[in-house]
């Protein structure tokens, strides 16, 4: 993890955060858990992030759906789905001025294909001095 300075010289952590909720995606893609965590694991590659495991979850019954984590060195990448309402969840948080969060979610959002995306972002850098 990169700590930037600021202009005093003080250590600063630089925190990006993009989330979002997907709309009106495919529940086929939303169940496959395989194609899912291989999904994760390209979007943390074109994010300029460095994986360091990835776990993934496909949850029986009615509701049942797909969750999929990967920590990575600058913190972490997780989607959620509920297949039944062609709904998903995506959250990216990345430490350090190299990686980018915004294309993780894009990656995931080229392969869920939803008809609708509310996607956030919120700076969690420290407070500068």
């Not at 600063?12 to 993009?18: A, D, I, Q, R, T």
């Not at 395989?34 to 074109?46: D, K, S």
Request: aromatic share 8%; hydrophobic share 40%; net charge positive.
């Amino acid at each position: 993890m990169q700590v930037a300075r600021n202009e005093v010289g003080v250590g600063v952590v630089v925190g990006k955060h993009v989330y979002g909720n997907l709309y009106g995606c495919d529940p086929a893609l939303l169940s496959n858990l395989r194609a899912l965590r291989r999904r994760v694991i390209m979007a943390a590659e074109v994010s300029k992030m460095h994986l360091v495991a990835v776990r993934g979850w496909k949850f029986g019954g009615e509701k049942g759906g797909v969750s999929v984590l990967a920590l990575v060195t600058e913190s972490h990448i997780a989607v959620h789905t509920w297949p039944q309402y062609g709904y998903a969840t995506v959250d990216i948080f990345t430490c350090g001025e190299e990686s980018n969060p915004e294309a993780a979610f894009e990656e995931l959002c080229k392969y869920l294909a939803p008809k609708k995306v509310v996607k956030h972002y919120a700076d969690r850098s420290s407070n500068m001095i």
